[in-house]
C-alpha cells in the first residue's frame, strides 16, 4: 500500500490524495507536523528527502518525491484507463509536461504568497502576487479560447489529466495569498468542472462544486 507522508493544508499533498480518490488508490497517510514544527527539516524525514520538502510517498520501498513527479507516476502505474497520463499520445504527454511545469510556477508565486501571509514566510509578497496573476492570465486566456473550440480542460483531449490537477489546488487557494480570482472568469468555470469530477475530494479551502445550473 502506498503510504503518502502528508500536510493537510499543503496543495501539493492536496493533489496527490485528489488524484488518488479520484483513481480509487488505497494509500495511508502519515501526518507532517509542516507547521510550527517544520518536522520536513527533521533528521528522519531528510533520509526520505534530502531536498527537505513534502510531499514524499513510499510505495513498496519505492520513495519518489516532488508532486508533478508523483502525479505522473501514479497515472502511469493506477489508472487502468490511460487517460490521466496516456503513455501513448506523445504529442499530449508533451502538452502536459508543459501544463505540469507551469503548476510549478503556480506554486513558486501563488503558493508562496499563501506562505506569507499564513505561515508568516519571509517572501517578496508583491512579487508573488504579480508572478500569480500574469500566470493565471495566461491560462484565463488558454481555457477561453479553449472554451470556444469546445474543450473543457486544460489539454486538448477530451478528458482531464494530470494538468488538470497539478494547477488546481494553488489556483483555488489563491485567495488565502491575497490573489483574488474575480478576474479570470474561464478559470472560474474550469474550477467548477475539476470540482465535478467522479471521485473529488476536498480540503480546508477547497469546497465542493454548487448545484449544477438547468438548461436555459
Known sequence: MITLYDYELSGNC???????SILDIGHKTVPIDFYPGREH???????LNPLGQLP????DGLILRDAQAILVYLASKYDP??????RDNPA???????WLAFADGITTTASAARLHDALFYDFDIEAARAGAHR???LLDEHLWFGEQQGRDWICSAAYPTIADIACFPYIMLSEEGGIPRQDYPAIRRWCDRVKRIKGFIV???????????AAA
Open 56 to 59: 514524499v510517498i513510499d510505495d
Open 81 to 86: 484507463s490511460g487517460k490521466w497520463y496516456p
Open 41 to 47: 527539516k527533521s533528521e528522519w524525514f531528510l533520509k
Open 203 to 213: 480540503m480546508s479551502g477547497v469546497f465542493p462544486a454548487g448545484p449544477a445550473r
Open 135 to 137: 500566470l493565471f492570465r
Open 14 to 20: 492536496y493533489k496527490l490524495r485528489l488524484l488518488m
Open 92 to 98: 499530449l504527454l508533451g502538452e502536459i509536461s508543459q
